[in-house]
């Protein structure tokens, strides 16, 4: 179904073809799943038969490597897929709750990042979104932010423009888990952050008052600096030893 570039990953073309069975194991794969999309559970949409591992890369033509998927659904998991660029935006911003790890993605990169802290997370449950937010965002037109639970239920407690009504999510959103992983929301946002939501937390403890609050965080947090200090004082240390 579809165009032939459709079939590719990743648009690579895929150079042993759809042979004779194809056909067959497709429609297999469309009966098995109830003739649904795995990702958002439409079976109002044109639906495929996706390589969770792709041909390209060695996945059989098998029925456990196979998933049925909606075409937009199908383009949001090949985001570089130009064959899909017409309908990615159709597809839902959340995977269904009970879609499969391979399938189970946020609409596009973006998505998976909280707008506050920047954090990205690879499981949706962990994403909230705040779907009714004043436009546009950083100059650009958007009809939502993503935040990430304890961001979000910060946001939520300071910020009178989101309430929780406007908070979405793919499985039943608990008020009370919001506000008490708010705590846990980094005291600062990125430097990144959507201006709705660049918001402080109130630091709590000494190491969030002297670290997390003040331009150290950006030494002290960052892994890749943290490994090249102890790297330069690993090497002072040697110097001093060597030279005794
Ligand atoms: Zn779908
Ligand atoms: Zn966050």
Redesign the pocket.
């Known amino acids: 179904m579809g165009n032939r570039s459709e079939r590719e990953t990743d648009g690579r073309p895929d150079e042993r073809g759809y042979g004779e069975g194809w056909e067959e194991l497709r429609q297999k794969t469309l009966r098995r799943d109830g003739y649904a999309c795995t990702r958002c559970g439409a079976d109002d949409r044109t639906l495929q038969a996706h390589h969770v591992v792709p041909r390209s890369a060695g996945g059989p033509d098998d029925l456990e490597n196979l998933l049925t998927i909606c075409r937009p659904c199908h383009g949001v998991i090949h985001q570089s897929n130009g064959a899909f660029d017409d309908v990615r935006d159709d597809a839902p911003l959340f995977p269904d709750r009970t879609a499969p790890a391979p399938v189970a993605r946020m609409r596009t990169p973006d998505d998976q990042c909280?707008s506050?802290?920047?954090?990205q997370h690879d499981d949706p449950t962990e994403l909230v979104a705040w779907t009714d937010v004043p436009t546009p965002v950083n100059g650009r037109e958007t009809d939502h932010l993503m935040?990430?639970k304890?961001?979000a239920g910060l946001v939520l407690e300071r910020d009178l423009d989101c309430t929780r009504g406007a908070i979405a999510a793919n499985h039943r959103l608990s008020t009370h888990e919001l506000a008490s992983r708010r705590v846990n929301?980094?005291v600062r946002p990125s430097v990144f952050a959507s201006q709705q939501v660049a918001i402080r937390r109130e630091p709590r403890t000494v190491r969030e008052r002297l670290v997390d609050d003040t331009p150290l965080r950006f030494v002290v947090n960052h892994a890749g600096i943290r490994w090249a200090m102890l790297a330069a004082v690993g090497y002072v240390v040697l110097i001093l030893v060597v030279s005794l």
């Open positions: 909280c506050r802290c920047g954090t935040l990430c304890p961001c929301a980094p």
